[in-house]
C-alpha cells in the first residue's frame, strides 16, 4: 500500500525561490505542495483553509514574518509542522525559531536531499537541524543559562542586602571604603562600641565570616553600585 504523500506548503516572498522549491519538492512521489504564500499573513490564510502537513517557512518577509507566523501556527494548527527554510545562518535566528515552535531549521543553500530529509523528518514528529547550527544554539543556551544565574545570584545578595538596617548599610559602606572602626565611629558619628554590634549583625545576615569577606560580597554582587568591583580571587 502506497503511503500518502506528504502535503506541504511553501512560504517565501521570493517568487524564484518559491518557484524554484515548489519544482524540486513536486519531483518527489512522497511530497505534494498543496499551496504557497509570499508572506506570513497569507500563509495563515493558506495554512487555515489547506491544512497542511509541513509548512516551509521564510523568516523576513512583508506583512508578517516568519517568527510571527510559526507563533500563530503552533497556537492555532499544532499538528501543523513549520520548516524554517532561510539563508541566515544567525543562531538567534535558529534560537527565536525554535521558540516560535519550528521543528526543523535549514538553509536555502542546502542540498535538495537535506530539504527532503528534512520535510520527512519533521513530518514524523521529529526535530532537523544541521549540526553547526544547533552546536551554536547550544552555546547560546547556556550562556543564557549562566547569565540567569548570575542575575540570580545578584538578587540573592540584593535580598540579604535588603534585610540590613540602614545603619548597618552605612557601616557596609565603610567597610567597603576600608575605614577602621574608629574611623566608622567618626564618620558616622557614634562610638566604637555600636560600630561592632553593627559589624556582627551584617555579617551574621550576609553569612560571612569577617568584615573581609563581607566587603568583597559587597562589591562582587554590586551592593554599591558606585564602588569598583575587586578583581576575581576564586
Known amino acids: ?33 498543496v499551496g504557497q504564500a509570499d508572506n506570513g499573513k497569507i500563509a495563515l490564510q493558506v495554512i487555515g483553509k489547506l491544512q497542511p502537513d509541513v ?24 499538528k501543523v509542522q513549520v520548516l524554517a527554510l532561510t539563508i541566515h545562518d544567525d543562531e538567534d535566528y535558529v534560537s527565536e525559531m525554535i521558540r516560535a515552535g519550528a521543528r526543523g531549521y535549514l538553509l536555502k543553500d542546502s542540498e535538495p536531499t537535506k530539504v527532503v530529509q528534512a520535510i520527512q523528518r519533521v513530518k514524523n514528529g521529529e526535530t532537523f537541524f544541521p549540526p553547526h547550527l544547533m552546536e551554536r544554539v547550544m552555546e547560546r543556551f547556556h550562556q543564557l543559562v549562566e547569565e540567569q544565574e548570575r542575575a540570580y545570584s545578584l538578587l540573592a545578595a540584593s535580598s540579604e542586602y535588603l534585610y540590613l538596617t540602614s545603619r548597618e548599610k552605612d557601616v557596609l559602606e ?15 558619628f557614634i562610638s566604637e562600641k555600636p560600630v561592632k554590634n553593627h559589624i556582627t549583625n551584617l555579617l ?31
Open 1 to 33: 500500500m502506497q503511503e500518502e504523500c506528504i502535503r506541504v506548503v511553501v512560504v517565501d516572498d521570493h517568487v524564484l525561490i518559491r518557484q524554484g522549491l515548489i519544482r524540486i519538492l513536486e519531483m518527489e512521489d512522497s511530497i505534494s505542495v
Open 204 to 234: 551574621r545576615k550576609l553569612g560571612v565570616e569577617d568584615r573581609t569577606q563581607a566587603a568583597v560580597l559587597a562589591l562582587k554582587k554590586g551592593m554599591f553600585k558606585n564602588k569598583k568591583t575587586p578583581p576575581n580571587t576564586d
Open 55 to 78: 509548512v516551509l517557512m521564510d523568516i523576513n518577509m512583508p506583512e508578517m514574518n516568519g517568527i510571527e507566523a510559526t507563533q500563530h501556527i503552533r497556537h492555532r494548527w499544532p
Open 174 to 188: 565603610c567597610i567597603v571604603d576600608g575605614k577602621s572602626n574608629k574611623e566608622i565611629a567618626s564618620c558616622l
